[in-house]
């Protein structure tokens, strides 16, 4: 597996709210979060902060290798991350309120497992084709759910970045947890919705199918957002299933 990622505030943000990193258990498996902060004066960048780095030191300490364990391991930390960043916003004035998105994804050579709750995103492109795997948790995908409005009129509904599921706010931290099968040749994106707000799913595929390495594709698609206005912190992380090499 060939790893890499990037984050960047943008060109409209004050500053960086998102966390984006990769981690390495004691067997060799591989842990990859990307996490998007909201709310409180500086919460949201505390608790995006919190999640991808307590997350991370667990998961360091852990030794399992399989889909069932991790997809275990990740049920368990999620739910008591989402209780350590509701305490901690209880204890401070100008954290209360913060949360974060996540999706997080363990993977192996022939499966990946993801959890993730609010509109950060996972996509998996495989022959060309590119698949949105999560599902937002947000506003508008639930009135495009209901019929209410088309998916196009949700890129540029005014209510698009209200979301209705985070890490922190809810002591029920309802996130979806799935398992996939990979083969030879798939690349997963992880990202937050500061690139997809910006940038449509055919450029990103086109920029996933290039042949440059995984650090310029990253790159590449933080240029593709900021080209278009970069209202919002952009964070992606690419895997490609057929390499070795964890770059960031």
């Known amino acids: ?7 960047a505030i943008g060109k409209q943000r004050a500053d960086n709210q998102d966390y984006v990193d990769v981690f390495t258990n004691q067997a060799g498996q591989h842990l990859a979060l990307v996490a998007d902060g909201i709310g409180g004066h500086q919460g949201g960048d505390v608790a995006s902060a919190m999640a991808v780095s307590h997350l991370g030191h667990d998961f360091e300490l852990t030794a399992w290798t399989t889909t069932t364990a991790a997809s275990q391991w990740l049920s368990q930390q999620i739910t008591m991350e989402n209780h350590s960043i509701i305490e901690k916003s209880n204890q401070f004035a100008d954290l209360n309120g913060m949360g974060t998105t996540l999706v997080a994804a363990v993977y192996f050579t022939d499966e990946v497992v993801i959890a993730s709750i609010g509109d950060s ?11 949105q795997l999560t599902e937002d948790h ?3 995908n639930e009135l495009v759910k209901r019929g209410e ?16 599921r985070s890490l922190g706010i809810s002591n029920d931290a309802n996130f979806d947890l799935n398992t996939y099968p990979l083969v030879l040749n798939d690349q997963l994106l992880l990202c937050t919705d500061g690139l997809t707000n910006m940038v449509d799913d055919q450029q990103i595929a086109t920029v996933l199918e290039s042949a440059q ?9 933080i240029e593709l957002a900021n080209a278009a206005g970069g209202l919002d912190n952009i ?12 770059a960031s």
């Open 1 to 7: 597996m060939e790893v890499a990622f990037r984050t």
């Open 235 to 246: 964070s992606v992380l690419i895997i490609a299933n057929g390499g070795r090499k964890v």
């Open 149 to 164: 409005i088309s998916r196009q009129a949700a890129r540029h509904h005014p209510q698009k970045n209200v979301i209705i």
């Open 138 to 140: 947000s506003l508008v």
């Open 121 to 131: 995103r996972a996509y998996l492109l495989r022959d060309g084709q590119l698949r």
């Open 213 to 221: 390495p995984l650090e310029a594709k990253c790159d590449r698609l």
